[in-house]
């Protein structure tokens, strides 16, 4: 079973404008941590912002934040002001168990182009 | 600040030939993962490694294998390539039991 769903294949949205990327996830555990990626047009994995599953205040990075819903299980991205750089593809991905060693799960991605 | 080194980052190989990807991690950082990304498709996870020691496996083909070393650098050989492993390789270490996966630049192979 698909562990992290991005139903938004693709996004348009306008320079200076605010965009929000969906993301629901699929979890037993008690303990997880969700993340999101940017990865421009060149492949590079662009680590974004992260979310505990205990962490009771949504995360906030910059101009990226994190809208945390753990009884419906989404963590959705809000890009805020976006700029023309911040067209790329957005992967939402997951942990799950607690500290280190263990592997993400990835969402199929959201392509966000910025219009000037 | 130090980033997770890969190498090469292109490699063009001829179908059954092998390829060896390395993966240089972040200092003091002990744990390395692989992924694979198809094209327009998700990262896949292969395989880990925590202090030297395999920790994880996913969905790696009999084909590929991987260690990691005393110097904490990895390895993934590849033997008998398929048109079907044509893709982007990521490296991604952390310390474990902290919260981010640093990724490396990736290795981008196709096979022909």
């Known amino acids: 079973a698909q562990k992290i769903t991005q139903t938004q294949p693709g996004m348009f949205v306008q320079e200076k404008e605010a965009v929000t990327l969906d993301c629901t996830y699929d979890?037993?555990?008690?303990?997880?941590?969700l993340f999101w990626y940017k990865q421009p047009s060149s492949g590079e994995m662009i680590f974004l912002i992260y979310q505990g599953s205990y962490d009771e205040q949504n995360a906030t990075e910059g101009r990226y934040s994190l809208n945390f819903q753990k009884a419906r299980k989404s963590a959705n991205l809000v890009i805020s002001a976006s700029q023309l750089g911040d067209s790329a593809m957005y992967f939402c991905a997951m942990r799950e168990g607690e500290g280190g060693d263990y592997k993400l799960s990835f969402g199929a991605g959201t392509t966000v182009t910025v219009r000037a | 600040a130090a980033g997770v080194i890969q190498s090469p980052r292109h490699l063009i190989k001829e179908k059954r030939e092998t390829a060896t990807l390395k993966c240089y991690p972040i200092?003091?950082?002990?744990?390395v993962y692989w992924y694979q990304q198809g094209p327009g498709q998700d990262p896949q996870f292969l395989i880990s490694f925590y202090e030297k020691m395999q920790s994880d496996k996913g969905s790696i083909p009999d084909r590929f294998s991987a260690q990691q070393f005393s110097d904490y650098h990895s390895e993934l050989n590849m033997s008998s390539l398929e048109l079907g492993d044509s893709a982007l390789y990521f490296c991604a270490s952390e310390v474990s039991s902290y919260n981010e996966q640093f990724f490396g630049p990736g290795t981008r192979l196709t096979v022909l």
């Open positions: 979890t037993s555990d008690q303990s997880y941590g």
């Open positions: 200092p003091r950082h002990d744990t």
